[in-house]
């Protein structure tokens, strides 16, 4: 047993909600290279890490922290080193038809059986707390909903576990942005499950901004379900933590359902960033649009696989993913993967991958209408992740998480 999963079952034993579930993931164990979904992600260094569980009392916010949080628009809900924080949440009149909770949803129709789930099935055997979010029938929420998780320095490093669960009924609609920052310098490893199940009709539009603190890990899994003629648009800006990881899965199930998800991975320093998509057509007439980019400098390194099946019988299925990728020094390190797998009849599908430099002729445009050279090299990488925006179609939205991109980008150095 890794030092890892050892700590986590010493640390969960006697809170976890089920010690059997808890037992069962920990006998899993570790992928390890030779893992299909794991090969270009090495879980050596975090296997030799010990985490404690959060501790029952809230931690302290200090007055910066404090100031950051209430810029962030209401209805806001915060929640800190695992923990809801009511005091930095404004939940008062909430609009009609959206409704919040902080207990965990425990769905046993969802299980992990496969070894490289590991995080999502430590996360399913020992969560206590996250988000539950239900909008009504026919509910159109015209106000933003901000979920927000802060990450503070504690006396040890943490394991911190939220699972989330996100429903909209038929023909209803929901705005909601998530934003994951650090107070201090920390090493927790923050490990989140989030459900999201769309009805009818319904139009779930979700950007969320990782910014976690540089020696960080941070895990997600997505599994979201659609049905007939439901939309789900989504951001993730990938741009914190040392290590992170995220899976989405999303199940086309109801005609006309269609799923639109863009991303920016940006990875610096010695940072590892991992996206894997799963896109499973299965009703007809369903469509997916995958709008993905890479940015790797330093040692830095990005690794994304795009992964769309047309099962049998979803006929008329459009899919199209996007990768495109800048290798901006010599030392980092980017793998993509596309995979489209067909086996209906009349789909249109594309799918594409690239990695790269910066176009020398886009640089020599701007060079010889006199833009100095450092100066060029930021505008083209501004641009190149700044289409990734588009996917949320909201002046408002798009303004909301922006300045989070534009401040790490400027802290993205070309060399190569």
């Known amino acids: 047993m890794t030092t890892l999963l050892e700590s986590i079952q010493t640390a969960f034993a006697d809170i976890a909600p089920s010690k059997a579930a808890?037992?069962?993931?920990i006998a899993t164990g570790l992928p390890d290279p030779r893992s299909e979904q794991?090969?270009?992600?090495?879980?050596?260094?975090?296997?030799?890490r010990r985490f404690a569980a959060p501790p029952a009392t809230l931690a302290t916010l200090d007055d910066a922290t404090i100031q950051t949080v209430s810029a962030i628009p209401a209805p806001r809900i915060v929640f800190v080193n695992g923990i809801f924080d009511a005091a930095n949440s404004t939940l008062s009149n909430l609009p009609d038809g959206l409704s919040i909770k902080t207990d965990v949803y425990f769905d046993k129709g969802i299980h992990f059986d496969n070894p490289h789930e590991i995080f999502a099935k430590l996360n399913a055997a020992v969560a206590s707390?996250?988000?539950?979010?239900?909008?009504?029938?026919n509910a159109a929420i015209d106000t933003c909903l901000h979920a927000v998780f802060v990450s503070v320095k504690a006396g040890q490093d943490l394991a911190i576990h939220f699972r989330h669960k996100i429903v909209l009924g038929e023909n209803a609609k929901l705005n909601l942005v998530e934003h994951h920052v650090s107070q201090d310098p920390q090493q927790h490893l923050v490990n989140h499950l989030c459900e999201v199940s769309l009805a009818a009709g319904a139009e779930l539009t979700h950007a969320r901004i990782q910014q976690d603190d540089i020696g960080a890990s941070h895990f997600l899994r997505t599994e979201a379900s659609l049905l007939d003629k439901a939309s789900y648009h989504r951001l993730d800006l990938e741009l914190g933590a040392h290590l992170s990881r995220h899976d989405l899965q999303v199940?086309?199930?109801?005609?006309?359902?269609t799923v639109n998800a863009n991303g920016s991975l940006i990875a610096g320093g010695r940072r590892h960033v991992d996206t894997r998509l799963d896109i499973r057509h299965i009703a007809k007439n369903t469509s997916c649009?995958?709008?993905w980019r890479g940015l790797a400098t330093e040692r830095g390194r990005a690794v994304?696989?795009?992964g769309i099946l047309i099962e049998k019988g979803a006929d008329?299925?459009?899919?199209?993913?996007?990768?495109?990728?800048l290798l901006l020094s010599d030392n980092a390190e980017i793998d993509t993967q596309p995979v489209l797998v067909i086996h209906a009849d009349e789909v249109t599908a594309s799918h594409g991958a690239t990695v790269g430099r910066l176009d020398a002729g886009h640089?020599?445009?701007l060079r010889a209408r006199g833009i100095p050279e450092t100066q060029a090299k930021a505008m083209l990488t501004h641009a190149f992740c700044k289409e990734t925006l588009k996917v949320l179609a909201s002046d408002e939205l798009i303004d909301i998480v922006s300045p989070h991109l534009e401040k790490m980008l400027q802290t993205i150095e070309v060399t190569a």
């Open 22 to 25: 808890l037992d069962q993931a």
């Open 38 to 48: 794991w090969k270009y992600t090495s879980l050596r260094a975090l296997s030799a």
């Open 129 to 137: 707390q996250g988000l539950r979010i239900n909008i009504e029938k």
């Open 251 to 257: 199940n086309l199930l109801g005609d006309g359902a």
């Open 289 to 291: 649009n995958l709008f």
């Open 304 to 306: 994304f696989h795009g």
């Open 316 to 325: 008329g299925a459009a899919a199209h993913l996007s990768n495109k990728n």
């Open 363 to 365: 640089l020599f445009y």
